[in-house]
């Protein structure tokens, strides 16, 4: 039986914390900010809603940034 091959440590990039969080299907922490009239906020959203996320103020898509959250030591 050979060993396994030792194991490869988590992708850190932002892309890698975004997906990882959507995946797992809990409430993610997004900021949104609409660039139609400027609207701006944060959010607490399900990955599910985060494709169809629209601007309260004008229902225009808004952009969606998932936020990384860091382990306290």
């Known amino acids: 039986m050979e060993p396994l091959p030792p194991a490869q440590p988590p992708e850190r990039g932002p892309a890698d ?3 990882a969080l959507t995946r797992s299907g ?8 609409c660039p139609v009239c400027g ?8 990955p599910a809603a985060l494709p169809g996320k629209r601007c309260a103020m004008c229902a225009e898509p808004v952009v969606v940034t998932v936020l990384d959250r860091f382990a306290r030591r």
């Open 39 to 46: 609207a701006a906020g944060t959010s607490l959203i399900r």
């Open 17 to 19: 914390v975004a997906d």
């Open 26 to 33: 809990a409430f993610v922490e997004c900021v949104f900010h």
